[in-house]
């Protein structure tokens, strides 16, 4: 499997070569495929597009492996990461590496941020902007706003996520979570996350255990 960006009128970044037994993860993680290779295209205007391609290159190969479950995920270390760069205020660590945190038996396959707003957004991508592996852009039917970064594992954020993810029950990242967070403490730090009743409500509505 081979890496690739183009950056033109747009930024894309490419994986060509992908075997077989990869094409599910790298289509889950939403690249589409065009021709003989997957793609994501993004504005070439979009905020870190003109650096990202690079560092894409670079972890692409770890990214997909991690997300085919091939690899271990080294979640903790990339969420010690995050904590050591992120400001104190304005996101929260949802997704299964939330309930990790608190002591429950699931192996996260990335860490999952959500900022409260697009501009919260962008300061969290502004504080990870090295390890951005691809652009600050339009989070679409999620929210606001949407990055991804890498270090050691997948961190992925959503800003600003969409009040329609509240019905018609109450999701476990959108307004009606940020209206009730909670802290877990780990590892010496103070993580923000959603309740987790909510979380495991939400869970089990996904058709996890």
Do not use: K
Request: aromatic share 8%.
């Amino acid at each position: 499997m081979r890496a690739f960006s183009v950056q033109g009128a747009e930024l894309q970044l490419g994986l060509a070569d992908v075997p077989d037994d990869l094409a599910a993860a790298v289509e889950d993680i939403g690249f589409e495929r065009m021709g003989t290779v997957y793609a994501r295209r993004f504005p070439a205007a979009a905020p870190y597009a003109s650096q990202v391609g690079a560092r894409f290159e670079e972890n692409a190969e770890r990214l997909v492996y991690q997300a085919a479950r091939i690899d271990t995920t080294p979640w903790r270390r990339a969420l010690e990461d995050v904590l050591a760069c992120a400001p104190a205020e304005g996101w929260f660590l949802a997704g299964s590496a939330a309930l990790a945190v608190r002591g429950v038996a699931v192996e996260p396959r990335d860490v999952d941020l959500v900022a409260v707003d697009a501009d919260a957004c962008a300061r969290l991508a502004a504080a990870l902007e090295d390890l951005l592996v691809e652009p600050l852009v339009d989070g679409g039917p999620l929210g606001q706003r949407w990055f991804r970064a890498f270090s050691h594992a997948r961190i992925e954020c959503v800003g600003g996520p969409h009040a329609s993810h509240d019905v018609p029950h109450p999701s476990d990242f959108g307004p009606f979570a940020i209206a009730r967070l909670t802290t877990a403490h780990w590892r010496g730090w103070d993580v923000r996350v959603p309740p987790l009743e909510l979380q495991l409500a939400a869970r089990r509505r996904r058709g996890l255990t």
